[in-house]
């Protein structure tokens, strides 16, 4: 029925479905439906022409199947590949992707973007000081404070440990110099960990794309 489509999917690819099984062949395929109640949820759907013995269509059998649980299963698992668990920001592996298409991008349109890598000083006495659990809760405060500084445009990942980096997309030298040292500034303000005050610098190297190098 058609109040039960969920308009996720757009007319090509309803298109594509009756001319499959117009020809007389079967479609399975994934889709996105809504339930009585507005709920949306993910099916599984094969549909099967019925054929007369003079060969016309007749009918469909449709055999749908929920698999919302699969696909949240499928989703979490590839969250999981491209972000760090303790940050949730992008990992390394996601970071790398994001500059391959940013690069790509910046070279047709003609634009400079920058790469900044951030390394915590002493990130080891704070876990000394105030323990691995607090030392984690430091982690996420400056991944937090590093996100509200970028704009959506750019990217910010744990690369591991204490090590972060930064994409910035369509800059000029004076804007990466303009973040970087508010960057630093900012992770110079205290951090309160379980009720003490708690103090970090970080070091930061900087690279501009094409300017020193493209990969």
């Avoid at 970090?200 to 493209?214: C, K, L, R, V, Y």
């Amino acid at each position: 029925p058609r109040f039960l489509k969920s308009g996720i999917q757009d007319k090509n690819f309803y298109k594509k479905m009756w001319d499959t099984i117009l020809s007389g062949k079967s479609w399975r395929g994934r889709i996105t439906n809504k339930r009585k109640d507005g709920e949306l949820y993910d099916a599984e759907l094969v549909i099967t022409p019925v054929i007369s013995d003079i060969g016309k269509i007749v009918q469909f059998v449709a055999i749908t199947q929920d698999i919302s649980v699969q696909v949240k299963a499928e989703k979490q698992l590839e969250h999981l590949a491209l972000h760090d668990p303790l940050t949730d920001l992008p990992n390394r592996v996601l970071f790398y992707e994001r500059f391959e298409q940013l690069s790509a991008l910046s070279i047709r349109l003609d634009q400079m973007c920058a790469v900044m890598f951030i390394d915590l000083d002493n990130f080891k006495q704070v876990n000394d000081l105030f323990g691995h659990e607090q030392g984690d809760v430091l982690l996420r405060n400056i991944a937090g404070r590093l996100l509200r500084m970028m704009r959506s445009s750019d990217t910010v990942a744990r690369l591991g440990g204490d090590e972060f980096g930064i994409i910035l997309a369509n800059t000029t030298r004076e804007g990466v110099r303009i973040v970087a040292t508010k960057i630093l500034e900012t992770l110079k303000q205290e951090f309160i960990l379980n009720g003490k005050t708690a103090n970090i610098s970080a070091s930061m190297g900087i690279s501009i794309f094409p300017n020193n190098g493209t990969d």
